[in-house]
């Protein structure tokens, strides 16, 4: 007797595959901001807009997260070799990444505006992969610390638009990474708690040399070509930059003891290491480690800033896709009054979060030709990084739920995602770090209060609620503080006066008008979806979604 196997069911009204669009050509707000500020990036945007969307290439991201870093001490002789072996999942992203110029644009562009127009590339790599976007975005902030002269070779390598995933000095590469190990067991974020030590060598025409000996909680991406870090001299904590392979083609003197198991941002490979006499350059004056490291973290809090807009975004194309073509109770869940809600509040969101990264983005632009710009971007970026990876972990919660069940499984991207959005609240300075910043640039300098009042103050008269806004920040702005108690409370203020005002000039009528009912008049809940019902939130929705092809 012959037994044939049946199927039990059908299967229906799932949701679409999250695949078949352009994250740039398809997203209206990220098209605005390049027509206003960088038209000349919109090609290359298109190009890699079309990864996100891409089937293939999601695929690339799920296998170099399923299938994580592993650590090679050693060769199967027994010598020592610290080496990070990925899967090719990741080398090809990387390949990717570098090619289509996301951490090399702003240093080798001729055009105006490199900066924003990086951050476009860098928003839309967010939505690609986001361990990935770890190395990219320190090479992108690195480029300034290499200003030396004997550091030419680096600038050309890390600006050739090449990924050469070889284990070699730098002069044989055909392109190379940068990294940052700065933090200690015992200091954390306090970096004036350095206890590695560096004991000058000698002078050479490449700079001046030091052995470096001495232990670094964190080192991300400690496979990069070289890296900084900072080390006691005997004038204080000082910047050095180390090769991450010496000249002869031995490994530098650094020995990774393990790497660190993430909850997320599982591609990307963190570690612990030890310096045992690491050959590394002076980088700067001696004892003046920190104010170097700080010069680059602008550019790294900024590109935090900008990606967490990126992986809002990404979620919330997802929320969109799973809920515009899945039906329950007779319609799509998207055109279901709660869930129009819903959807409608995380647009309004991460439009507000967007526009704010790329205002932050064109300030650095032009920090060397207005003093309001370089004011405005003191201030803004330490905000921008607070508030954008702050909200990015709520948002990709009510992203997830919209999902049901199926966001909560790894075969959906929005799982990776979960595991990502809390990361960047910690990463290159705390929100309570971010706060601090945020608050030593009021206090020290009332230009640059005076900077970022003048901006938001551009939105007087708009709206009501949003010029009460202005006038509860502009007193509390005022007030003397003795310690920075108060340093998240003037933060919140200061976010939503700097969306309602980008809001206000490029934005459709009704999202402004709902952001400020909502997060300016007390007319919200503690959650999304809690917007007054209205006509205009499905025109919302269709604003943010993102066309398949």
């Excluded at 069911?9 to 595959?17: D, K, S």
């Excluded at 505006?113 to 990086?118: D, E, F, S, V």
């Excluded at 709660?338 to 032009?366: G, K």
């Excluded at 459709?508 to 009912?517: N, T």
Aim: glycine share 8%; with cysteine.
């Amino acid at each position: 007797m012959t037994i044939h196997a049946h199927a039990t069911h059908q299967v229906l009204n799932q949701a679409r595959p999250a695949t078949g669009w352009n994250a740039f050509s398809g997203d209206a707000v990220l098209q605005g901001i390049v027509a206003r500020g960088a038209p000349w990036v919109a090609d290359k945007a298109a190009a890699l807009g079309a990864h996100a969307g891409d089937a293939e290439i999601q695929d690339l991201a799920r296998l170099a997260n399923r299938h994580g870093p592993e650590l090679r001490t050693h060769d199967r002789y027994g010598n020592r070799i610290d080496w990070i072996e990925f899967h090719p999942a990741w080398h090809e992203l990387m390949r990717l990444a570098f090619a289509h110029e996301v951490p090399s644009l702003a240093w080798t562009t001729s055009e105006p505006n490199g900066h924003l127009a990086r951050a476009v590339l860098s928003y839309l790599w967010n939505q690609v992969e986001h361990g990935t976007g770890c190395p990219t975005g320190m090479t992108y902030a690195a480029f300034p610390g290499l200003a030396q002269p004997e550091f030419s070779l680096w600038r050309e390598k890390i600006t050739s638009g090449r990924y050469d995933r070889r284990p070699l000095p730098v002069a044989l590469k055909e392109g190379a990474s940068i990294g940052y190990a700065m933090t200690e067991k015992q200091g954390g974020s306090d970096l004036r708690q350095t206890q590695t030590t560096a004991r000058f060598l000698e002078d050479t025409p490449e700079g001046r040399v030091y052995l470096i000996t001495g232990h670094k909680w964190f080192f991300s991406v400690p496979q990069s070509d070289g890296f900084f870090t900072l080390a006691r001299t005997e004038s204080g904590v000082s910047c050095l930059f180390c090769p991450g392979f010496l000249p002869d083609g031995s490994r530098n003197r650094l020995q990774i003891q393990r790497l660190k198991d993430k909850a997320g941002n599982r591609s990307n490979a963190s570690s612990e290491v030890e310096f045992r006499d690491c050959l590394g350059w002076l980088v700067g004056g001696e004892g003046a480690g920190i104010k170097e490291i700080l010069s680059h973290a602008h550019l790294t809090r900024l590109d935090f800033a900008v990606g967490s807009a990126g992986l809002m975004r990404q979620a919330l194309t997802l929320a969109l896709n799973h809920t515009q073509s899945r039906r329950g109770f007779g319609s799509s869940l998207a055109e279901q009054p709660m869930m129009t809600n819903i959807l409608a509040d995380l647009a309004i969101d991460s439009e507000a979060s967007t526009l704010m990264a790329f205002r932050v983005a064109a300030a650095t632009d032009a920090m060397e030709t207005s003093e309001q710009e370089r004011h405005l971007a003191r201030v803004t970026t330490p905000l921008a990084k607070f508030w954008n990876c702050k909200r990015a972990a709520a948002f990709v919660v009510e992203a997830l739920e919209c999902h049901g069940g199926n966001g909560f499984i790894e075969e959906n991207p929005m799982a990776r995602l979960y595991r990502e959005a809390p990361l960047n609240a910690i990463w290159e300075g705390t929100s309570n770090m971010m706060c601090m910043d945020v608050l030593r640039a009021f206090n020290r300098e009332p230009r640059t209060r005076e900077a970022f009042m003048a901006e938001v103050g551009q939105a007087r008269g708009a709206n009501r609620a949003l010029d009460r806004w202005l006038d509860r920040l502009g007193d509390e702005a005022a007030k003397p503080r003795n310690d920075d108690g108060h340093g998240r409370r003037l933060a919140n203020l200061m976010a939503y006066a700097l969306q309602a005002s980008e809001l206000r000039k490029h934005a459709d009528e009704a999202v402004f008008e709902s952001f400020c009912r909502s997060r300016l008049d007390a007319d919200w809940g503690y959650v999304f979806g809690t917007l007054e019902p209205s006509p205009e939130l499905a025109g919302i929705v269709r604003r943010a979604t993102v066309a398949q092809s």
